[in-house]
């Protein structure tokens, strides 16, 4: 089936159907910068650099645009004016994601040795409980637009649970595929959807350039890879995290964030958001710091961000944090830029850190994350005690999937803290009794 590509917004799809991506104008190269009508498309013609979404961003004054995304659903339609997406989008079968939690976390604060205003920014409480539900919502859209009759993925685990969940929502056939040695908790919640989900020998990066393979091939004609022919607005849906946390904290930016990388759109999506909003006038012009945070057993950024690099190593991924365990992360460069410009940084933890940042984070907010939630928190405790990060400045730390879907990190250590008769006398010897 061929898929039309749509011109300023509004177009035509493969049977001729009338499409709209609301404010998105075009394609736009971020390395050379020419532009392209909209299409399922990620690559530009001319040099091979990523495209992402440029805009007609709305008019008018920033508190009547305020006002507009106040009147608006509790998911992330409210940003629907700033999204490559319908206005009619809120009404359209969807898992409608967002608007989760932003938690002020005081004890954590107390144990980091914070004064400042801690928050962390708690992901798991979207559809299939990971931040991936913002992304493939954006991406079912697009994929309606352009007519696509199947939604797949190369996925580390999360992305193919929200993309499962999506398609049988929106009534997409799906077909994923993930590294066949993921966590039993994401390979149940990917294929209880009802989708075909497909383990491939290797890791994933193996498993992307397996689907790169198949996006070129009849065998794939049809198909909408929501992060790879369908990345530029799939992408997009991280912006909402920026959005919901200036929102949340009262229209301010945050002093400085700290935000897992795995392919590092997220980060740099993030970044792109908080740049809209200060254009827009939503929120104050003001200097913040972007923290990258990854496992040390897959941590190519970090290496090339202690080096001094600019281009990123690939390596082989080797960590209990397997929804970042990309080895060749394709925003890498990008998040450089960004963690430099802004004064941040991007540091690593290991695996026995990243536990006990789960725990710690367990014990002292009531929050379970899953691993890559235990990266953030390790690594901002180290650049606390680095001197990188300030202790006295507003931080959000982002928190983005849920812990039960990665329980064997911590079941080792983690069990009943005593096993006993059912007998007072029996509780009374264990010392378990309030004194």
Not at 367 to 392: C, H, Q, R, Y
Request: charged residues 20%; negative net charge.
């Amino acid at each position: 089936m061929a898929v039309q590509t749509v011109q300023n917004g509004t177009g035509a799809n493969a049977a001729g159907t009338t499409v709209d991506l609301g404010p998105a104008a075009a394609l736009s190269c971020r390395e050379c910068g020419e532009r392209f009508d909209l299409g399922p498309i990620f690559a530009c013609a001319s040099c091979f650099g990523p495209l992402e979404v440029a805009y007609d961003l709305p008019s008018g004054t920033p508190d009547e645009l305020k006002k507009r995304i106040a009147a608006g659903p509790d998911n992330i339609w409210r940003y629907a004016p700033l999204l490559p997406v319908p206005a009619d989008v809120a009404s359209k079968p969807n898992i409608n994601p967002g608007f989760t939690k932003l938690v002020k976390a005081d004890n954590l604060a107390r144990e980091l040795g914070i004064t400042g205003s801690l928050h962390v920014k708690d992901d798991s409480g979207n559809p299939t409980h990971s931040f991936k539900d913002r992304v493939v919502a954006i991406a079912v859209e697009a994929a309606r637009a352009f007519g696509f009759t199947t939604l797949s993925c190369s996925s580390t685990g999360n992305l193919a649970g929200a993309v499962g969940a999506a398609a049988a929502r929106a009534g997409f056939r799906s077909c994923v595929f993930i590294p066949h040695d993921l966590e039993q908790g994401k390979v149940v919640m990917a294929a209880v959807y009802g989708g075909d989900l497909v383990g491939i020998e290797g890791n994933y990066d193996d498993v992307n350039r397996f689907c790169s393979e198949l996006i070129g091939d009849p065998l794939g004609e049809g198909w909408g890879f929501v992060n790879v022919n369908l990345r530029p607005y799939y992408g997009e849906g991280s912006k909402t995290l920026a959005y919901e946390i200036c929102e949340q904290l009262g229209w301010r930016l945050p002093d400085q964030l700290v935000i897992p990388i795995a392919s590092g759109s997220q980060l740099t999506k993030i970044d792109k958001g908080l740049q809209e909003l200060i254009k827009l006038g939503l929120v104050e012009d003001k200097p913040y710091k972007i923290f990258g945070a990854q496992a040390k057993g897959c941590s190519p950024v970090s290496t090339a961000f202690k080096a001094g690099h600019d281009v990123v190593r690939p390596q082989k991924p080797d960590t209990i944090a397997k929804s970042l365990a990309i080895g060749n992360p394709a925003d890498g460069p990008y998040v450089l830029d960004i963690a430099r410009r802004t004064g941040g940084a991007v540091e690593d933890v290991d695996d026995e850190q990243i536990v006990d940042a789960i725990k710690l984070l367990a014990r002292t907010e009531g929050i379970f994350a899953e691993t890559a939630g235990g990266v953030t928190v390790g690594v901002t405790k180290k650049l606390i005690e680095s001197g990188l990060l300030d202790p006295t400045l507003t931080t959000v730390v982002l928190n983005t999937g849920d812990g039960l879907k990665t329980l064997d990190a911590v079941a080792p250590t983690t069990g009943p803290t005593a096993t006993i008769r059912p007998s007072l006398d029996a509780f009374r010897d264990a010392g378990l009794a309030a004194s």
